[in-house]
Protein backbone atom coordinates (compact mmCIF):
# COMPACT_ATOMS: atom_id res chain seq x y z
CA UNK A 1 0.00 0.00 0.00
CA UNK A 2 1.12 3.79 -0.36
CA UNK A 3 2.92 5.55 2.67
CA UNK A 4 5.22 7.98 4.13
CA UNK A 5 7.49 7.35 6.65
CA UNK A 6 9.29 9.83 8.79
CA UNK A 7 12.50 7.88 11.00
CA UNK A 8 13.40 10.97 13.51
CA UNK A 9 10.16 11.93 16.03
CA UNK A 10 12.33 14.13 17.74
CA UNK A 11 15.33 16.78 16.20
CA UNK A 12 16.74 18.97 18.40
CA UNK A 13 19.34 21.48 16.40
CA UNK A 14 20.70 24.25 17.90
CA UNK A 15 20.35 27.87 16.57
CA UNK A 16 22.44 28.49 13.00
CA UNK A 17 23.62 24.82 12.14
CA UNK A 18 22.03 22.69 9.33
CA UNK A 19 19.10 20.56 9.60
CA UNK A 20 17.78 18.01 7.62
CA UNK A 21 14.63 15.71 8.03
CA UNK A 22 13.72 12.43 6.56
CA UNK A 23 11.25 12.00 4.65
CA UNK A 24 10.81 8.35 2.40
CA UNK A 25 7.56 7.03 0.73
CA UNK A 26 6.44 3.65 -1.04
CA UNK A 27 3.50 4.25 -3.68
CA UNK A 28 2.72 2.07 -6.59
CA UNK A 29 1.03 5.93 -8.53
CA UNK A 30 2.20 7.76 -11.52
CA UNK A 31 0.36 11.06 -10.56
CA UNK A 32 1.95 12.07 -7.21
CA UNK A 33 2.49 15.35 -5.19
CA UNK A 34 4.19 15.64 -1.83
CA UNK A 35 4.49 17.91 0.61
CA UNK A 36 5.75 19.11 3.74
CA UNK A 37 3.60 20.56 6.16
CA UNK A 38 4.64 22.57 9.58
CA UNK A 39 2.64 22.83 12.31
CA UNK A 40 3.28 25.42 15.29
CA UNK A 41 1.79 25.07 18.94
CA UNK A 42 -1.83 25.23 18.67
CA UNK A 43 -2.03 25.93 14.87
CA UNK A 44 -3.32 23.90 11.88
CA UNK A 45 -1.21 22.31 9.76
CA UNK A 46 0.03 24.17 6.97
CA UNK A 47 1.83 23.95 3.42
CA UNK A 48 5.48 24.37 3.76
CA UNK A 49 6.51 23.39 0.71
CA UNK A 50 5.15 21.15 -2.44
CA UNK A 51 6.87 19.36 -5.60
CA UNK A 52 6.03 16.64 -8.12
CA UNK A 53 8.62 16.91 -10.33
CA UNK A 54 11.78 14.44 -9.98
CA UNK A 55 15.14 15.87 -9.00
CA UNK A 56 13.13 19.93 -8.72
CA UNK A 57 14.66 21.21 -5.78
CA UNK A 58 12.11 23.44 -4.07
CA UNK A 59 12.31 26.23 -2.21
CA UNK A 60 10.07 28.20 0.57
CA UNK A 61 10.73 30.31 4.05
CA UNK A 62 14.84 29.17 3.79
CA UNK A 63 13.59 25.35 3.60
CA UNK A 64 14.32 23.20 0.56
CA UNK A 65 13.61 19.71 -0.42
CA UNK A 66 14.19 17.83 -3.75
CA UNK A 67 12.03 15.05 -5.09
CA UNK A 68 14.70 11.67 -5.62
CA UNK A 69 11.82 9.60 -7.23
CA UNK A 70 14.76 6.80 -7.91
CA UNK A 71 15.36 6.94 -3.79
CA UNK A 72 11.84 7.64 -3.02
CA UNK A 73 12.73 9.97 -0.61
CA UNK A 74 11.66 14.07 -0.40
CA UNK A 75 14.18 15.45 2.75
CA UNK A 76 13.64 18.85 3.82
CA UNK A 77 16.65 20.95 4.63
CA UNK A 78 17.74 23.88 5.59
CA UNK A 79 21.38 25.53 6.12
CA UNK A 80 20.69 27.30 9.04
CA UNK A 81 17.86 26.63 11.93
CA UNK A 82 16.06 29.73 13.39
CA UNK A 83 14.43 29.22 16.59
CA UNK A 84 11.09 29.82 14.99
CA UNK A 85 11.39 27.07 13.10
CA UNK A 86 10.79 24.75 16.12
CA UNK A 87 7.66 23.15 15.43
CA UNK A 88 6.24 19.68 14.09
CA UNK A 89 6.84 19.02 10.71
CA UNK A 90 5.04 16.08 8.59
CA UNK A 91 6.08 14.55 5.14
CA UNK A 92 2.65 13.86 3.16
CA UNK A 93 2.09 12.57 -0.27
CA UNK A 94 -0.95 12.59 -2.29
CA UNK A 95 -1.91 10.19 -4.69
CA UNK A 96 -4.86 11.94 -6.54
CA UNK A 97 -8.07 11.44 -5.83
CA UNK A 98 -8.21 13.17 -2.49
CA UNK A 99 -6.31 10.15 -1.24
CA UNK A 100 -3.62 11.79 1.14
CA UNK A 101 -1.36 9.80 3.47
CA UNK A 102 0.78 11.59 6.16
CA UNK A 103 3.73 10.49 7.52
CA UNK A 104 3.96 10.32 11.65
CA UNK A 105 5.31 13.53 11.63
CA UNK A 106 8.98 15.14 13.09
CA UNK A 107 9.48 17.07 16.19
CA UNK A 108 12.25 20.21 15.61
CA UNK A 109 13.54 21.43 18.53
CA UNK A 110 15.85 24.27 17.55
CA UNK A 111 17.96 25.75 20.80
CA UNK A 112 19.89 29.00 21.11
CA UNK B 1 -5.91 30.57 7.60
CA UNK B 2 -9.14 33.07 7.29
CA UNK B 3 -9.82 31.09 3.98
CA UNK B 4 -11.16 27.95 5.71
CA UNK B 5 -13.25 28.52 9.19
CA UNK B 6 -14.22 26.73 11.81
CA UNK B 7 -16.71 27.13 14.70
CA UNK B 8 -16.66 26.93 17.64
CA UNK B 9 -12.67 27.53 18.41
CA UNK B 10 -12.84 25.21 21.57
CA UNK B 11 -15.67 23.06 22.83
CA UNK B 12 -15.85 21.24 26.30
CA UNK B 13 -18.73 18.58 26.53
CA UNK B 14 -19.89 16.13 28.84
CA UNK B 15 -22.35 13.85 27.43
CA UNK B 16 -24.06 16.78 25.39
CA UNK B 17 -24.24 16.88 21.86
CA UNK B 18 -23.22 19.08 19.54
CA UNK B 19 -22.00 19.93 15.83
CA UNK B 20 -18.89 21.71 14.79
CA UNK B 21 -19.12 24.12 11.65
CA UNK B 22 -16.78 24.54 8.73
CA UNK B 23 -16.93 26.95 5.51
CA UNK B 24 -14.40 27.57 2.74
CA UNK B 25 -13.92 30.90 0.60
CA UNK B 26 -11.67 28.92 -1.81
CA UNK B 27 -14.32 27.21 -3.84
CA UNK B 28 -13.01 23.73 -3.67
CA UNK B 29 -14.75 20.86 -4.23
CA UNK B 30 -13.25 18.49 -2.08
CA UNK B 31 -13.97 18.78 1.96
CA UNK B 32 -12.36 16.67 5.01
CA UNK B 33 -12.80 16.31 8.43
CA UNK B 34 -9.59 15.17 10.05
CA UNK B 35 -9.02 14.35 13.57
CA UNK B 36 -5.70 14.86 15.24
CA UNK B 37 -4.81 13.50 19.14
CA UNK B 38 -1.64 14.58 20.85
CA UNK B 39 1.49 13.30 19.14
CA UNK B 40 0.02 12.08 16.27
CA UNK B 41 -0.88 13.17 12.32
CA UNK B 42 -4.28 14.38 11.17
CA UNK B 43 -6.43 10.99 10.76
CA UNK B 44 -9.46 11.15 7.93
CA UNK B 45 -12.40 10.75 9.32
CA UNK B 46 -14.78 11.80 6.79
CA UNK B 47 -14.33 13.03 3.14
CA UNK B 48 -17.12 14.79 0.80
CA UNK B 49 -16.34 15.49 -3.26
CA UNK B 50 -19.24 17.62 -4.58
CA UNK B 51 -21.52 16.98 -1.98
CA UNK B 52 -21.37 13.13 -1.86
CA UNK B 53 -19.44 11.10 0.47
CA UNK B 54 -17.14 8.78 -0.94
CA UNK B 55 -14.78 7.88 1.90
CA UNK B 56 -16.72 7.32 5.49
CA UNK B 57 -13.06 6.40 7.45
CA UNK B 58 -13.85 3.55 10.50
CA UNK B 59 -15.39 5.93 13.01
CA UNK B 60 -17.82 5.62 15.86
CA UNK B 61 -21.15 6.47 14.64
CA UNK B 62 -21.92 9.14 17.35
CA UNK B 63 -20.24 11.08 14.59
CA UNK B 64 -22.17 12.80 11.60
CA UNK B 65 -20.86 14.43 9.14
CA UNK B 66 -22.97 16.40 6.61
CA UNK B 67 -22.30 18.79 3.88
CA UNK B 68 -25.27 21.66 3.07
CA UNK B 69 -23.33 22.81 0.17
CA UNK B 70 -20.04 22.42 -1.71
CA UNK B 71 -18.59 25.16 0.67
CA UNK B 72 -19.50 23.90 4.20
CA UNK B 73 -19.43 20.87 6.37
CA UNK B 74 -20.74 19.79 9.68
CA UNK B 75 -19.66 17.26 12.02
CA UNK B 76 -22.56 16.15 14.63
CA UNK B 77 -21.13 14.63 17.56
CA UNK B 78 -23.51 12.85 19.96
CA UNK B 79 -22.64 11.37 23.86
CA UNK B 80 -18.97 11.93 23.48
CA UNK B 81 -16.36 9.42 24.69
CA UNK B 82 -13.10 10.91 26.43
CA UNK B 83 -11.72 9.16 23.52
CA UNK B 84 -13.01 12.07 21.31
CA UNK B 85 -10.72 14.46 22.88
CA UNK B 86 -8.98 15.91 20.24
CA UNK B 87 -8.36 18.40 17.63
CA UNK B 88 -10.73 18.34 14.78
CA UNK B 89 -9.73 20.02 11.48
CA UNK B 90 -11.58 21.16 8.79
CA UNK B 91 -9.68 20.92 5.08
CA UNK B 92 -10.18 21.47 1.54
CA UNK B 93 -8.79 20.93 -1.65
CA UNK B 94 -9.51 21.26 -5.72
CA UNK B 95 -9.65 17.95 -7.48
CA UNK B 96 -8.53 18.31 -10.95
CA UNK B 97 -9.74 15.51 -12.81
CA UNK B 98 -7.90 15.08 -16.23
CA UNK B 99 -10.41 12.57 -18.08
CA UNK B 100 -8.64 9.08 -18.81
CA UNK B 101 -5.66 11.31 -17.66
CA UNK B 102 -6.60 10.59 -14.08
CA UNK B 103 -6.29 13.23 -11.37
CA UNK B 104 -3.79 15.85 -10.85
CA UNK B 105 -2.56 15.96 -7.05
CA UNK B 106 -3.89 19.17 -5.57
CA UNK B 107 -2.88 20.77 -1.61
CA UNK B 108 -5.02 19.99 1.01
CA UNK B 109 -5.74 23.54 3.19
CA UNK B 110 -6.43 22.70 6.97
CA UNK B 111 -8.87 24.80 9.21
CA UNK B 112 -8.23 26.63 11.84
CA UNK B 113 -9.79 23.63 14.07
CA UNK B 114 -11.90 22.65 16.74
CA UNK B 115 -10.49 21.83 20.19
CA UNK B 116 -12.86 19.04 21.83
CA UNK B 117 -12.05 18.22 25.78
CA UNK B 118 -14.56 15.70 26.84
CA UNK B 119 -14.92 15.59 30.65
Known amino acids: GDSVTQTEGLVTVTEGLPVKLNCTYQTTYLTIAFFWYVQYLNEAPQVLLK?????KRTEHQGFHATLHKSSSSFHLQKSSAQLSDSALYYCALNTGYQNFYFGKGTSLTVIP | NTKITQSPRYLILGRANKSLECEQHLGHNAMYWYKQSAEKPPELMFLYNLKQLIRNETVPSRFIPECPDSSKLLLHISAVDPEDSAVYFC???????????????????FGSGTRLTVL
Open chain 1, 51 to 55: SSTDN
Open chain 2, 91 to 109: ASSQDNHRGTGGSSAETLY
